[in-house]
């Protein structure tokens, strides 16, 4: 079932201009918001980030943003920016202590990131419930991924 709706650029531009004044993104950091109109970008969200001159550039996929909440993506994609430092301080930390593509390296950097996009994302919950417009979480990813039973019956055999 396809919940896309038609890419709204003047409400992206308020959800933008609202979440970077309650996140207290600005004035520390200088950011613009950009619309992405690439078919081949995958992506929903993303940044580009200049953090000597603390500027950020906010890219959300126009073209075909496959994420059922605009509110969402923008908060994810903020908090990402609000947690930036500790995110450079612990990839940093991790590429120090491991050699480069080391079976241990590798795993300290999985579970960062892992780790990372889940703590954003449960912040970017807590804030939606608490002050979004939309406030119905998207579960447009979920809809991919395998059910229980499929994952269960690739266990039997172990």
Not at 28 to 36: E, G, I, S, T, Y
Not at 72 to 92: A, F, N, R, S
Not at 111 to 139: A, M, N, P, Y
């Amino acid at each position: 079932m396809d919940f896309q709706q038609p890419f709204d650029r003047e409400k992206a531009q308020l959800l933008y201009e609202k979440w970077v004044k309650k996140l207290r993104i600005t004035p520390p950091w200088d950011v613009q918001l950009q619309f992405v109109e690439d078919a081949s970008w995958r992506k929903t969200g993303d940044f580009k980030i200049d953090c000597d001159d603390r500027k950020a550039i906010l890219l959300l996929n126009a073209h075909n943003p496959r994420h059922q909440n605009l509110e969402e993506v923008i908060v994810h994609e903020l908090m990402h920016l609000k947690m930036y430092p500790m995110d450079q301080v612990t990839e940093g930390l991790i590429l120090s202590q491991f050699e480069e593509d080391s079976p241990a390296g590798k795993f300290a950097y999985s579970q960062f990131f892992t780790t990372l996009e889940q703590t954003v994302e449960e912040l970017t919950k807590c804030f939606l419930l608490e002050f979004g417009e939309d406030r119905e979480l998207s579960f447009g990813r979920t809809e991919t991924m395998k059910g229980f039973n499929e994952l269960y019956d690739g266990l039997k055999g172990l």
